[in-house]
């Protein structure tokens, strides 16, 4: 038996698939509920001309009685099979799936060739031709070497998809090859008899430009994420939803259209006041209709209105100007959310990708992988898994199903340069220019400096809503099993609440350190806990005393040299294991400390096939490198005049994210706010209180 599915799978695909024999007739039959099977109709043909008993090969054999799914003359070559005194638990899907040559199907039955209709024989093959015929409507051509002279005692096989899930029934051999009928045309008939027949075939399309396979893109993008997302935490903003859908479902364009063409019809086939001035407008041209009735009314006066045309404008007219607003958003191909680092950025795209990738294709990519080394577009499909850079192929499916696909870039500016975005941008315009089925939604992290040169509409994200913000809270102490009946801890850091990496963060160290539920920390007290907290299971890993703290040395030997000798940026894979090896001596990759760093996601694997590591969240890298800096021996007036050069400078604005760190809880920063250089640093320093640290309460 070859199949190439998970074994769980194999084992119930192995018990469900049975053989079935008629007087001197014998095939396959598959269960698909406890007690009822599916096999081809000729193959108990003697049970009508002979009297012969339906017997199928149990354990042991087990007499059927024949249901038949289509009348006496209907040339539909599919029975069903219900079974006396017998169930079993395992059976297989039924699929409702569409013609696709590009899919992996497998044919498994009990071949008479091998084993006498004994021996479980897998074939794989794919579409090959679709045919009008009654008794079957879908050819297939082999795909693996397996020689057969005869396909005798497959008929009744399922035909099976990548999932497991059947899309068809063996019932003839044509010309060396084999024919089956699509589950899809046998679907109204063995729905009657009680038979589910699944109809989501889209999610088990896994050819290139299937949903099935965006799907799994988007599983395996969500596992990088890691840390920075968790489902069960997800707390839905309904007004961004509504946002993201209406930009990115072509099913909210089509309603805006429809209503805007109702309107349409109303001032076209209705006599109005204006109707005689309203000969030159051409259907669908829905911003002339606005303008011209806009133009109308204001040089006409009530008075010279009929009453429908008064009611018109009162209460449909009106209407208009909404509609066109959202229509014009819903057009747009590009569209950025924005927001500063722990705004919850990363985890809010997961979320929609999780979300939409139900109904459309969906792609999440995240900007950390990208490297300059390597063409934009190559990467780009790389990470799609779509094969020939064929972003046009994708928009034609899309168009032949009447939905969108959409592609997700999380964080532009982590991994490869602005200047390397801002022409990869440019260029992925004009790759989508004739390709109005594929939207691209990217997210970037606000107050780093960068500045992307590419215009199109911009979403900011500041965090949890007023409106969602109790609800966020209830739902992390309640997972993280934190007790706040009184509301105090809700009363002391509301604000800081509202932020999604803080509160992410606060509960995962009070969850274990009830220290943090009373008095004052700062971010950095709390980075530190957390790192703490996430160095039992790295020790556990590398087979060290948790009390080394061998995850805090690392991740400070990595800030350290991000801030000294890489402007805060990204530092090499070799500078990171070189650092790992030396704190964790003599071991293999799979105990390594580095290995268990990115195990855990508190570094993640950036660039080209993860040549750099960056912090796993960025944040969190911004006050180690704070610390750092507050440890360093240089005089005050020498950390001081650093500060100035690299907060004044825009070539220095890869510094600003560790500034703002540095200066919410430096003790230096009263001192630099008296220098009249710090004047130039006016907006970084406001920034800085936006996070909890002494400075924020000296200023407050």
Known sequence: MNMKYPIDLQKRIYSSIVPVECGDEKGTAFFVTPDTLVTARHVVADKEMNGSPVLISTKPPVLCDVIYIAAEGDNIDVVLLKCRDYQQNDSLRLLAAEFNEERQLTITGYPKEFGNCRELISIEVRDRLGTPKEDYDSMVVRTDALAFTSYKGFSGSPVLNESGSVIGVVVNQYSGSLGYVSIKSLGARLEKFGVEVYKDWQSEDFSPCGRGTSQRQVEKAISYAALRYNRFLHVVDANLDAEIDLFAKIESRNKIEKNLEDIESIVLGTIFSFTRSFKKYKKGCFEELFDFLYTWREKHDEKDMDSKTIDFYKEIYSRIYPLLAQWKRAKNQFLQLKGTAGMGKTHYVCATAERLCKDMNVYLLFGSRFTEALDFETQLCEMMCLKGNDIKRLNNEMLIENTNALIIIDALNEGATESFWNVALRRL??????????????????????????????????????????????????????????????????????????????????????????????????????????????????????????????????????????????????????????????????????????????????????????????????????????????????????????????????????????????????????????KQMCSLILNCLNHQGKNKKNNT
């Open 429 to 678: 315009k004009s790759i989508l220019k004739d390709c109005d089925r594929v939207k691209v939604l990217t997210t970037y992290r606000e107050g780093d400096g960068s500045h992307f040169d590419f215009p199109c509409e911009t979403i900011e994200l500041k965090g949890f809503e007023d409106s969602i913000t109790q609800e966020a809270i209830k739902k992390y102490f309640d997972f993280y099993q934190i007790d706040d009946e009184e509301g105090n801890l809700r009363q002391k850091y509301q604000m800081e609440f509202k932020e999604p990496l803080f509160l992410s963060m606060f509960c995962m160290v009070a969850h274990r350190n009830t220290r943090f539920l009373f008095g004052h920390f700062t971010y950095s007290d709390l980075f530190h806990e957390y790192i703490k907290y996430r160095n039992e299971i790295v020790s556990k890993g590398v087979d060290e005393d948790p009390h080394c703290n061998v995850t805090e040395q690392a991740l400070m030997k990595f800030a350290n040299y991000s801030l000294y000798y890489n402007k805060c940026d990204d530092i090499s894979r070799k500078k990171a294991r070189h650092y790992t090896d030396l704190i964790c001596r003599g071991r293999m990759w799979s105990n390594s400390l580095l290995n268990w760093l990115l195990k855990e996601n508190l570094v993640l694997a950036t660039g080209h096939e993860g040549e750099n590591i960056m912090f796993g969240y960025q944040k969190m890298g911004d006050f180690l490198m704070a610390d750092i800096f507050k440890q360093n021996k240089m005089s005050e007036e020498a950390k001081i005049n650093f500060v100035l050069e690299k907060g004044c400078k825009r070539e220095d604005f890869s510094y600003r994210r560790f500034l703002t760190a540095l200066l919410s809880d430096w003790e230096l920063t009263p001192k630099l706010l008296e220098m009249e250089k710090s």
